[in-house]
């Protein structure tokens, strides 16, 4: 069977040098927003950002070991393990032992990464090696596809954690023909490369999504470990977007077939396919950061469809100022159709409080009310405002008026996003708005647009529980604030 494996072998691409993956054709993306938006989290107070920051990296730990389908997840149950709810461990364990092991080692890699990324550690092999035992640590085994007379055959190895390769691991499609990853006897001489690669001036000063879909891609096309590779080439994506942007290169794991398609097409020679969704990927991790700093309970909602607002020209990503306005307008009254189902579901007595909504002009309505840089509001819709008012009666008379707007960017770029935005007055004395979790909700463009996936629902739904449960805390406040003028 040698004659095959050295055919195999001989089919081996070796990955590009950086020059060559510089000229990727992708998108351009500005960052300086994003880095603006992160060091604004970043002074937060007390621990949220800490508190965060682990919720992204226990995130990231769980999907890197199911995207190569060490066991099972979904949005729900990362998010349960990310913001250790009461009963995560228990429903880690109805995965079984595996999953603790795995989880727990992956975790502690990415941890450790962000120390070497705070210390600028120099990316050697050796460091590879080191990364790679640690993040394989819960992984005893693995089956080996073997070649024999007979055709191929799975067989169960010991991982030998920590050492490159000392038989191929060329993966056979579906289709019947191999994928080629570097032969044994190349795997050292073409580490040494990447190494070489990553000192060079031109990548250490170009812009982070090069730097960070290079190293992945090409440790990707060496896979130099008998198993392990796709979640040491994550974690070595970490190094960089940790030193770019304070966090870990999180994939998710429900765009595990988009993240195949995007490596299967540089591959093919088209680069920017992957240079940009490592772009969508960063920015998922930022959003994903954000979200941590506002989460109640995460359920499910449904899709509202809303009327099409007319444009005759396009945005320079290509979509339509109209198909643009349609996600944005989507967007509120998802939202206000979110908030009216959890009053009702709240079963609030009416003869103590009551609820109520309206949607009008924002134009007309909005005085005082600060519209963002390089934001506009939705074109030709009068209801582009959506009040929500919450009421207490006498002798608790009390009673909060939010305006929910979305604003649109004016000339919406492949990364940029809505922005559904909480604009909450003081209360009559001027001095406390609410104590509202968070005051907006940011969704890019694209992924507003192509479908409601599980992970916008469910950063929605988190959204909106957040937003209702602080606003029944702030009119409780309120209700008792007018008690006591009352009993004075």
Request: hydrophobic share 35%; net charge negative; with cysteine.
């Amino acid at each position: 069977m040698n004659s095959k494996i050295n055919e195999i072998d001989a089919a081996y691409q070796p990955f590009p040098s950086f020059e060559d993956w510089a000229g990727a054709s992708y998108p351009p993306v500005d960052w300086t927003h994003r880095n603006e938006e992160l060091k604004a989290l970043r002074q937060k107070t007390g621990d949220q950002f800490k508190n965060a920051l682990n919720a992204v990296q226990r995130a990231a730990a769980v999907d890197t070991g199911a995207i190569e389908d060490l066991y099972k997840t979904d949005r729900g149950f990362t998010i349960t393990v990310a913001k250790m709810t009461a009963t995560w461990e228990s429903e880690a364990d109805e995965k079984g032992p595996s999953f603790r092991d795995n989880f727990e080692a992956q975790l502690q890699t990415y941890e450790r990464l962000l120390d070497l990324a705070t210390e600028e550690m120099e990316l050697t092999e050796h460091l590879v090696r080191e990364i790679h035992e640690t993040i394989c640590a819960g992984q005893e085994w693995y089956w080996a596809n073997v070649e024999t007379a007979g055709g191929t055959s799975r067989e169960k190895r010991t991982l030998i954690k920590g050492e490159y390769k000392k038989l191929s691991n060329h993966v056979k499609t579906t289709g019947g023909t191999y994928h080629s990853y570097a032969p044994v006897l190349d795997t050292s001489p073409e580490m040494a490369r990447l190494i070489e690669q990553t000192r060079t001036v031109e990548f250490q000063s170009a812009p982070p999504e090069l730097q960070i879909s290079y190293v992945h891609y090409a440790f990707v096309c060496i896979h130099p470990f008998a198993d392990g590779n796709g979640r040491v080439a994550r974690a070595l994506a970490s190094i960089f977007t940790y030193r770019h942007f304070s966090l870990p290169y999180f994939l998710g794991a429900e765009k595990r077939e988009q993240y195949f398609e995007a490596l299967s097409n540089a591959d093919e020679g088209d680069h920017g396919s992957f240079v940009s969704f490592c772009i969508s990927t960063i920015i998922d991790g930022i959003q994903f950061l954000n979200d941590a700093f506002s989460w109640p309970l995460d359920t499910s909602r449904a899709d509202v469809q809303a009327e099409a607002i007319q444009s005759i020209f396009k945005t320079t990503s290509g979509f339509t100022h109209q198909e643009v306005d349609k996600a944005a307008t989507t967007l509120l009254e998802t939202f206000q159709g979110l908030i009216a189902t959890r009053w009702q579901e709240a079963k609030i007595d009416p003869q103590y409080a009551d609820f109520t909504q309206g949607r009008s002009d924002a134009k007309r309505y909005s005085d005082g009310i600060t519209r963002p840089d390089g934001y506009r509001l939705v074109i030709k819709n009068k209801r582009d405002l959506l009040q929500l008012v919450f009421t207490t009666m006498p002798p608790a008379r009390a009673s909060i008026q939010d305006s929910i707007i979305v604003w649109v960017p004016k000339d919406c770029g492949e990364w940029d996003e809505l922005i559904l935005k909480i604009h909450a007055p003081a209360d009559a004395d001027n001095k406390h708005s609410g104590a509202l979790i968070d005051n907006e909700f940011k969704v890019r463009v694209a992924e507003a647009m192509n479908g409601h996936s599980k992970t916008l629902v469910n950063r929605l739904n988190t959204f909106a529980d957040g937003y209702f449960s602080s606003r029944l805390e702030e009119l409780q406040r309120r209700a008792k604030n007018s008690v006591a003028k009352t009993d004075t």
